[in-house]
């Protein structure tokens, strides 16, 4: 299994991007997913996450109001729509999958993880 983010890059504050990570493999819909984010200097934070059936969602509180977390199991895709960005959700955004049938923000829980994909909000 394989996965692979695209959509990131430079936007203005205030700005909207959608992330997506594609998944390889036949057991997508076991997984739950998390989207992680990581600054230079800091280290790997949780911003959001989506059990494997689509039905509940947990955000970094940071983040809520602003991003949604989706998944299509049929296209074995996961998708993280960033609204009202703000300069400091700068960061290489990464998703990673866990066997665990709900949600959770505790990295160690996943196993697999993307190469990651660069988000830069200017100011």
């Known amino acids: 299994v394989q996965l692979v983010e695209s959509g990131g890059g430079l936007v203005q504050a205030g700005g909207s991007l959608r992330l997506s990570c594609a998944a390889s493999g036949r057991t997508f819909s076991s997984y739950t997913m998390g989207w992680f984010r990581q600054a230079p200097g800091k280290e790997r934070e949780f911003v959001a996450a989506?059990?494997?059936?689509?039905?509940?969602?947990l955000y970094q509180d940071s983040v809520k109001g602003r991003f949604t977390v989706s998944r299509d199991n049929a296209e074995k895709m996961v998708y993280l729509q960033m609204n009202s960005l703000k300069p400091e959700d700068t960061a290489t955004y990464y998703c990673?999958?866990?066997?665990?049938?709900?949600?959770?923000?505790?990295?160690?829980?996943?196993?697999?993880w993307g190469q990651g994909t660069q988000v830069t909000v200017s100011s």
């Open positions: 989506i059990d494997y059936n689509g039905v509940s969602t």
């Open positions: 990673a999958r866990t066997r665990r049938r709900t949600t959770s923000s505790i990295v160690g829980v996943y196993d697999m």
